[in-house]
Nanobody, 125 residues
Framework: QVQLVESGGGLVQAGGSLRLSCAAS????????IAWFRQAPGKEREFVAA????????YYANSVRGRFTSSRDNAKNSVYLQMNRLKPEDTAVYYC??????????????????WGQGTQVTVSS
């Protein structure tokens, strides 16, 4: 089992920045690929970003590429999502998720076995 807890959400004006954190406990964190998903009211949960267990490879949704950056510190069992130039359409609950993978950066929700409870991000116009 892997337990994930997100933090860092909040209210920010358009153009601003936030940094989300995903803290993990349980099994060896460095064995897991970590992804970020988000869900806006009335919409399906969508892929945002993923980072390989080693931290040397990342993948982003087109809607956030160039604005969001994911990083990880395996020594601290943590993954981060730096979000810059935020837009109102980025408003959503953000979740981190874990999958025990050595290769690939999947974007499908069903690939991920463990999920956090989410953190709310609200971007005002």
């Amino acid at each position: 089992q892997v337990q994930l807890v997100e933090s860092g959400g909040g209210l920010v004006q358009a153009g601003g920045s936030l940094r989300l954190s995903c803290a993990a406990s349980g099994r060896t964190f460095s064995n897991y690929t970590i992804a970020w998903f988000r869900q806006a009211p009335g919409k399906e949960r969508e892929f945002v970003a993923a980072i390989r267990w080693s931290g040397d490879s990342t993948y982003y949704a087109n809607s956030v590429r160039g604005r969001f950056t994911s990083s990880r510190d395996n020594a601290k069992n943590s993954v981060y999502l730096q979000m810059n130039r935020l837009k109102p359409e980025d408003t959503a609950v953000y979740y981190c998720a874990a999958a025990q993978l050595r290769l690939g950066l999947p974007t499908q929700r069903l690939t991920y076995d463990y999920w956090g409870q989410g953190t709310q991000v609200t971007v005002s116009s």
